[in-house]
């Protein structure tokens, strides 16, 4: 079955950095398009980054040129760097596969930007 595994979330003040990794099993991670999304108290979840098979990546606005996504296909792991963090960044963060039209999720690492 497919899994997804977060990790490298935590509190951290605004202006620094965090490291978001994505475990990955069931799935062979280069066939499909992954992605980083979040979702904050009382807010719909949202696409933060996402990565094709062919490497080409998207960000929505907010997070553009802050946020950079990249696959270790050997490693079989999807990773989110994120730079520059804002409150606004605070939530919980979600790995997503998207298999076949299936998506799969993690269960999600918490971020807090906060002074």
């Known amino acids: 079955q497919v899994q997804l595994v977060e990790s490298g979330g935590g509190l951290v003040q605004p202006g620094g950095s965090l490291r978001l990794s994505c475990a990955c099993s069931?799935?062979?991670?280069?066939?499909?398009?992954m992605g980083w999304y979040r979702q904050a108290p009382g807010k719909q979840r949202e696409v933060v980054a996402d990565i094709t098979p062919g490497s080409v990546t998207n960000y929505p606005v907010p997070v553009k040129g802050r946020f950079t996504i990249s696959r270790d296909n050997a490693k079989n792991a999807v990773y989110l760097q994120m730079e520059g963090l804002k409150p606004e960044d605070t939530a919980i963060y979600y790995c997503n596969a998207n298999v076949r039209s299936l998506n799969f999720w993690g269960q999600g690492t918490q971020v807090t930007v906060s002074s």
């Open positions: 069931g799935i062979v991670i280069g066939s499909y398009t």
